[in-house]
């Protein structure tokens, strides 16, 4: 007869679950301490930048705080599923030219011949490869905040025209 109190075969943990694996790819662009003073001193939490990308056309980023990194990534991956955009992708670079300016942060976007690759710097190489563009051509003008240019590059991103959109019906 089993102790009271313990059922058979119970270990007291809850019993271990495969965590089923995302549709998107993530990675976290910026990780930063930031603090608030309040009466008692100051009070520190973590503000995670993430993007989310299914490398075939969707993409966005969140931002989330929290007390601790692990909560803050979470909080920002959920906010970034919320503002998902779709990039119109025509044989794996972009439609056509971009220039956008979110802040200071300025972008250029420029098509790529096929074999080019993603020729980007820093936070618009991560945006524009988890969006699933193969070849393009980048430059990021103004700016040296990353979330700024993240911004920017997704802004760009979600103004582009495929090419049958672009074209006036006749």
């Known amino acids: 007869m089993p102790p009271p109190g313990n ?5 007291g943990r809850r019993p271990h679950r495969e965590r089923e694996k ?9 990780l930063a301490r930031v603090t608030r003073v309040v009466a008692g001193g100051k009070r520190m939490r973590f503000r995670a930048c993430v993007v989310i990308g299914d490398r075939k056309g969707r993409v966005g980023m ?7 990194v692990q ?22 670079t972009i439609p056509h030219a971009i220039t956008l300016k979110f802040g ?5 976007l420029k098509p790529a011949p096929p074999g080019s690759g993603v020729i980007a710097g820093g936070a618009a190489r991560t945006v524009l490869s988890l969006a699933g563009i193969r070849d393009v051509v980048s430059k990021m003008l103004g700016s040296k905040n990353k979330i700024n240019n993240v911004h920017a590059v997704i802004l760009a ?3 582009l025209q495929s090419r049958a959109a672009a074209k006036p019906k006749a």
């Open 71 to 92: 909560g803050s990534v979470e909080k920002a991956v959920s906010a970034a599923k919320k503002h998902l955009i779709t990039v119109a992708l025509s044989k794996g």
């Open 62 to 68: 969140g931002l989330g705080k929290g007390a601790d």
């Open 157 to 159: 991103l979600g103004k």
């Open 22 to 30: 995302s549709e998107f790819d993530q990675k976290t662009i910026d």
């Open 104 to 108: 200071a942060a300025r972008v250029l």
């Open 7 to 11: 059922r058979q075969g119970f270990s």
